[in-house]
């Protein structure tokens, strides 16, 4: 089932809101190259594309345990064993039914891993993490919700998953904070208590929006699966973002799971757009990337990670994405030592986790709790982590040089639960690689 990011309740004030809010291009040059071979899978991103992907996308273990434990023996981390009272953190996974992803549990676990015996823990206290398992359903939901408020957890946070509209106002309403990597419901990006510190399909939009203009596109269109109103949802997010920069719009849905969606793609094509891009899973992207292929092979692509994944590219050939435009909140082989980093404490706390594949999603959330707590003195409360929260101002993204967040309510205003709108955007080149990463809309 789809889960759109934002249902037909958004309002007239919202959409109005946004309009006004489309960002100039404020970009920092990384140098940095980054291989998508491994097929770095960032459901984040993918908002109100299809949350069904969440039932298709596996981590790929490595298949070299050997030199999985070798690489692990080797890894020197500092010691840094925190000494104060343990505090409890709440993690809610998507695990045990349709969308069953445990490499999301296993990265936020490396890092708890890591910071317990490594990093100081949180401001100098043990964590103990209660793990909650919701299958992506109502009542799994209610009842991990309902755990962390019994637990008397000091925040919860959720990497991904499509049921915070259940979970949100159980966790709030017991003045908890709820942390999430990405949003994918209107409450999540609304509700006070709730803090998102990455933007989802907001920053996939807005970023696509302010390269498009720089970029000189005047008419981008977006395709995407025609399950639930996620299409819709997209439009109605879209239509003031792209306009504003003086681009036209053009939104055309999919079938769902169509093995050959060429009538659709060509239709969309047929005004001759300057830019496209694909808002879907893994097979979406083969589908519609084949496609274009044989209906447009030189129209300009921008590509969320999904459709750069390992299984899509050995599908399609890299010919098909080469050029195109990469749109990622995560860049794993950047010369940067928060990437350095996640590479370690995976290899020597989950061996057996692909780092390549959505495990950061956990690590990310994890270790960003860490460096927002990191001043938080006594008995931590969950007054002071909310506080915390909302003091946090240019926090850099763990394994995502150049991305900040700052949970001041700034820096999407109609929706204040989101704490960045920005992404990084990079070029794909013949050999499918990442160039001249750039963070889109910090700050």
Known sequence: MVAPIIGRSISLRLRIALVSRVPHFEGTQLKTTHSVRRGVRDVAVIGAASLMVLGVVSGCADSSSDS???????????????????????????????ANLPMVREGGEAAVEYLNNNGGGIGGHKIDLVVCKQQEDPASATNCANQMVEQKVVAAVTPLGAQGAVMVPIITGADIPYVGQAPVSQVE??????????????????????????????????????????????????DPLFSRAGIALNVVTVPTGTADPTPQITAGLADKPDAVTILGDTSQCISSLKAMQTAAPTVKK?????????????????????GSKAFTSVNLSADDPSVQLYKDVMAKYAPDTDPAG??????????????????????????????????????????????????????FPPLRALCSKAILASDVTADGSLENSVAVNNG
Do not use: H, R, W
């Open 68 to 98: 999985a434990d070798s690489a692990a023996a080797s890894i020197s981390l500092p010691s840094n064993v925190p000494q104060g009272d343990p505090i409890k953190l709440g993690f809610i996974a998507p695990e045990g039914g349709a």
């Open 189 to 238: 990006m609304v509700t006070p208590g709730s803090f998102m510190l990455s933007g989802g399909i907001i920053a996939v939009l807005t970023g696509q929006a302010t390269v498009a203009a720089q970029e000189g596109v005047k008419k981008f269109t977006v395709f995407i699966g025609d399950s639930g109103d996620a299409a819709a949802s997209v439009k109605l997010l879209g």
């Open 302 to 322: 921008y590509l969320i990670s999904t459709c750069l994944d390992q299984k899509v590219i050995e599908s399609v050939g890299l010919e098909a994405v080469a």
């Open 358 to 411: 959505i495990a950061y999603t956990g690590y990310q959330v994890v270790m960003s709790m860490a460096e927002v707590g990191k001043s938080l003195t006594g008995p931590v409360t969950s007054e002071q982590f909310t506080a915390a929260l909302e003091a946090a101002k240019d926090v850099p993204f763990p394994a995502a040089p150049g991305l900040t967040f700052t949970c001041d309510g700034k820096a």
